[in-house]
């Protein structure tokens, strides 16, 4: 398997997955059992490199359960108060008028929320075998950086960068956030 995180070829280690989907599953209402079946199957559709494969699984285990992901619902609520929602989420915020189509595309944020937050993890990690391959490969500094000029992610980028935060970026649903490293060895 390769050393880059996001190449070809790369397969994240099953621990470090598991992290950013308990970290996120967390505000996640919906039976234990839903969330034990679905993580083996997540994992395995993110080890593939397959975005559809994780969106279905998602998709497939939590449709019609009475679902609800609370911290979805506070973002969407500042989203609405500010008038601003990040491009990632465009689609559901169209589209969430209908209850089934509106659980179809959170499913979808969820799964790639979730892919986000196991990247930024490996990131975090590396050098601490997150997958196959990467120990030991740098040392790093952290700093939050975001791709789109975002209010809201520009806001989260600096409370990180000033230590104010700890959590890892994406710091929500559609963040444009991520890590960059400054190598120093």
Request: aromatic share 14%; hydrophobic share 40%.
């Amino acid at each position: 398997m390769g050393k880059n995180p996001l190449g070809k070829g790369f397969e994240p280690a099953k621990w470090v997955i598991k992290e950013a989907f308990d970290n996120v599953m967390a505000s996640v209402s919906v039976a234990s059992k839903v969330k034990a079946t679905l993580f083996p199957a997540y994992c395995k559709a993110l080890q593939a490199g397959n975005p559809r494969e994780e969106h279905a699984v998602v998709y497939d285990h939590l449709r019609n359960t009475g679902w609800e992901w609370e911290l979805f619902r506070n973002w969407e609520r500042r989203f609405d108060a500010d008038g601003a929602w990040p491009p990632l989420l465009l689609d559901y915020q169209k589209r969430r008028e209908s209850p089934a189509e509106a659980e179809y595309q959170l499913a979808k944020v969820l799964a790639q929320f979730t892919s986000a937050k196991a990247h930024g993890l490996i990131r975090f990690y590396q050098g601490e075998n997150a997958a196959k391959d990467s120990a030991g490969l740098y040392k790093y500094t952290w700093k939050a950086a975001t791709d789109v000029a975002f209010k809201i992610s520009e806001e989260l980028a600096g409370q990180f960068n000033s230590g104010q935060l700890q959590d890892l970026p994406p710091f929500f649903p559609g963040d444009t956030c991520r890590l960059r490293h400054e190598r120093f060895r």
